[in-house]
């Protein structure tokens, strides 16, 4: 039988190989794409389709994430505290997880209130700042991934 500890850290591998390929996916692939479709319809149509199913799937896949690492945390502290592989694997991890948080579920909404308002300039500001997170969250997901398979396969 398998334990509660062993399902969710299985739980933790299988999420963390959906944001490891959904991360670079959006990021490499569909972004660009959207920036090479005409605004109008076209693109208000795959901006819902994104928004609909995509975007829900990555805010599971992040809450999931999230959680699963906290328990993984608490119940093996033991264990990380005594390897550096480990100790650089959460950094790497935690550094993800934080900030596509913040990507997700705060920076998305403050976004969508600040052109609502018309504030420009802040708008455009945050937008950059975004350029910047989502660049950091390309390299450290799959990179805390692969250091993950290969500490699980050492």
């Known amino acids: 039988m398998i334990s509660a500890d062993s399902a969710i850290f299985t739980i933790h591998v299988l999420a963390g190989a959906a944001f490891g390929v959904t991360v670079p996916l959006m990021q490499l692939?569909?972004?660009?794409a959207m920036a090479k479709i005409p605004a109008g319809e076209p693109?208000?149509?795959?901006?819902?389709?994104?928004?609909?199913r995509a975007r829900v799937a990555v805010d599971i896949i992040i809450l999931i994430q999230i959680?699963?690492?906290?328990y993984l945390l608490a119940a093996r502290w033991s264990m990380i505290g005594q390897s550096p592989w480990l100790m650089a694997k959460i950094?790497?991890?935690?550094?993800?997880?934080?900030?596509?948080?913040?990507?997700h579920f705060y920076w998305r909404g403050k976004k969508t209130r600040l052109k609502a308002q018309g504030k420009n300039e802040e708008f455009a500001a945050l937008s950059a700042w975004?350029?910047?997170?989502?660049?950091?969250v390309l390299v450290t997901v799959p990179?805390?991934?692969?250091?993950?398979?290969?500490w699980s396969h050492l």
């Not at 990179?143 to 290969?150: E, K, N, P, R, Y």
């Open 143 to 150: 990179a805390t991934w692969i250091m993950g398979v290969i």
């Open 43 to 52: 693109k208000a149509l795959a901006a819902a389709v994104i928004q609909s």
């Open 130 to 136: 975004t350029l910047k997170m989502e660049k950091i």
């Open 29 to 32: 692939v569909v972004n660009p």
């Open 67 to 70: 959680l699963t690492a906290l």
């Open 91 to 103: 950094t790497l991890g935690a550094m993800a997880l934080v900030i596509a948080g913040l990507l």
